[in-house]
């Protein structure tokens, strides 16, 4: 069973209380996604990090990668915090990591107290990854493959890749918006709010579909019941361009209107739903 060892940025920057609640929404959010996309899996927050244990990983990245407030996220191979263990362990990971002929580096770091420092472990840890492998060399500028550790407190994560997500805060941190989605800016328009942690509720008639995929209790709401949300709910969010902007009438609205998109041209907005929809 591996350990997928997931990241936040924005979160990081709240005061110590708005961090530990964004912290738990993030925890549950992760948990909703891995149900959702059928993904067996322990997920814990703990430092400033949150762990995966799943044997189902390829399923549980892409899951992961769609949950709004995730920064990065990389798996990894865990062993205990002692220098000679993690050097061995880091030496057998390598192996199948790197071929004759190619450079690495190590980057090491670590939180809690420990009997050896970061620049310490990367050195030991390099001279492992050397003698374990016939024909590769050192470059610590611009290395073919980077060796990562994290030592936290008495466990060491080893991995060789960062997985990039969305970042942004959890869904449904920031309150309740209804969207108008009837083309493909008010599709952007709703992710775009859905990725500052607005909990998105869906008015018109396109195919939200792709919005179903990152958040999957997407509430869609028809003429007759939209009005029942109205008091509930932060602001309205328009796919409006800048050349529409004219003929919205914004003193009609009883709560302030969002504009995601107003800046994006159509070239934009189709480029950027197009690599939204490619991870779906």
Known sequence: MATILVRYSEIGLKSRPVRKRFEMQLRENIMSML?????????????????????????????????????????????????????GTVAKYSQSRIKSGQSFAVRARREGEH???????????????????????VNLTDPDVTFYIEVR??????????????????????????????????????????????????????????????????KVV???????????????VLGTSLDELKDIDVSSYSVPVYFPTIGMSDDEVSEMLRTIRSEV
């Open 153 to 218: 407190n008495n466990k060491a994560y080893i991995f060789d890749s960062y997985l990039r997500a969305h970042a942004g805060l959890p869904l449904g941190s920031q309150g309740r918006v209804i969207a108008e989605v009837n083309d493909d800016r008010g599709l952007l328009s709703a992710w775009l709010m859905m990725k500052r942690g607005c909990r998105v509720i869906v008015h018109g008639s396109y195919d939200v579909s792709v919005l179903h995929a990152f958040d999957p209790s997407l």
């Open 222 to 236: 028809t003429d007759g019941n939209r009005d029942r949300y109205q008091k509930d709910i932060l602001g309205n």
């Open 115 to 137: 009997a050896y420092t970061s620049m310490e472990l990367g050195k030991e840890a390099g001279s492992a990854i050397f003698l374990a492998n016939e024909g590769i060399k």
């Open 35 to 87: 149900i959702r996309d059928t993904v067996e899996a322990l997920v814990i927050s703990d430092d400033s990090r949150l762990y995966v244990s799943t044997g189902d990983i390829d399923p549980a990245v892409r899951a992961i990668k769609r949950v709004f407030g995730v920064s990065s996220l990389s798996v990894t191979e865990t062993c205990g915090s002692d220098m000679s263990e993690i050097c």
